[in-house]
């Protein structure tokens, strides 16, 4: 019943763009820190980004900072992001993420997190 799905990924040229969706239903996520993480062929599951309950505060790993952008629409019970100047290295499947507490930490764990959608993928050819 409780739902993340994410949408917009595909293919791109190095140097392109794409925005990811994630449509929530079940819950309403307005009070919620929310994330992306990725994981590519044969590694871990890394931290991307993810913004505070109000989208008062977002957080980047390193690699992706200056090129992507996390936001999120409330009232869509919606969150995004907006990846610019791909690399070959973002390729990876994408997943959504919903953090366990109220106006909690909006962490780079996955532990961080409980309710994950089912992942687009995102393939940057150079």
């Known amino acids: 019943q409780v739902q993340l799905v994410e949408s917009g990924g595909g293919s791109v040229q190095v140097g392109g763009s794409l925005r990811l969706s994630c449509a929530a239903s079940g819950r309403t996520f307005s009070s919620y820190p929310m994330g992306w993480f990725r994981q590519a062929r044969g590694k871990e599951r890394e931290f991307v980004a993810s913004?505070?309950?109000?989208?008062?505060?977002?957080y980047y790993v390193d690699s992706v900072k200056g090129r992507f952008t996390i936001s999120r629409d409330n009232a869509k019970n919606t969150v995004y992001l907006q990846m610019n100047s791909l690399k070959p290295e973002d390729t990876s499947v994408y997943f959504c993420a919903a953090g366990r507490t109220r106006w909690g930490p909006a962490g780079a764990s996955t532990r961080d997190y409980d309710v994950w959608g089912q992942g687009t993928q995102v393939t940057v050819s150079s």
């Open positions: 913004i505070s309950w109000n989208g008062y505060r977002t």
